[in-house]
């Protein structure tokens, strides 16, 4: 597995799988990570032990990234130190108190923040966060908005902390890829309903569009 991770070049991880059909099809095409959605007010919620045999099944063949909304910390505890998960993603309200036992502890987790304007981006460092994930505010119903912010913002972050790998998501489409890439260099592009042909059901037509941006020659 490559690490999706890693800011010197920009991969995909598709967000909001809820079935083992769609996961292996990500794997066989390459896709860097996915995200299964572990918030229970989610169009794309899976249970835990709905995830579990996906999870299994995907170990070592790509990025399993839980992701969480204000969550009791004894869940993402379990399922990263269970090895269901490789890393975490907070996408709520979690204050930097309750990032820091993740920390202290080496589980590695996701922070993201939704960027209002240049002062959302302030004292992100307290996160003490592996990557930092740039989406649309969205109060109430945490991402899955479908809509792109200031890409600028996200930009200038990324040259003033060129040390901390930044996801860039909301709104992110096989359209609009190639530029969010080109303007923003991110680490990872992180996509729920632009690769969808309806909630938790994925799109492979728009998953091959999304992974040919990649290339800047594509």
Not at 44 to 50: G, V
Not at 91 to 120: L, Q, W
Not at 156 to 167: G, K, N, T
Request: net charge negative; with cysteine.
């Amino acid at each position: 597995m490559s690490d999706f991770l890693d800011p010197s070049s920009t991969s995909l991880k598709i967000c909001g799988v809820t079935r083992a059909d769609d996961a292996a099809r990500l794997i066989e095409l390459g896709v860097h990570a996915l995200g299964i959605n572990f918030w229970r007010q989610s169009k794309r919620y899976l249970a835990p032990d709905q995830a579990e045999p996906i999870l299994r099944a995907c170990d070592g063949k790509i990025h399993r990234v839980g992701v969480f909304v204000n969550e009791h910390p004894d869940l993402p505890k379990h399922l990263l130190e269970s090895g269901l998960i490789d890393i975490a993603q907070f996408h709520g309200d979690e204050t930097p108190e309750y990032c820091s036992t993740f920390a202290e502890a080496g589980n590695p987790f996701i922070k993201a923040v939704g960027v209002k304007n240049r002062e959302s981006l302030e004292n992100i460092t307290d996160y003490r966060a592996d990557a930092i994930l740039l989406d649309t505010p969205a109060p109430g119903v945490y991402g899955g908005t479908g809509e792109t912010f200031d890409w600028s913002h996200a930009k200038a972050f990324i040259d003033s902390h060129p040390d901390i790998p930044v996801l860039l998501a909301g709104g992110i489409t096989p359209e609009n890829a190639a530029d969010a890439i080109s303007q923003v260099q991110p680490a990872a592009l992180d996509v729920a309903s632009g690769a969808e042909l309806s909630p938790g059901i994925k799109d492979f037509q728009k998953v091959r569009a999304l992974l040919n941006s990649l290339t800047p020659d594509s």
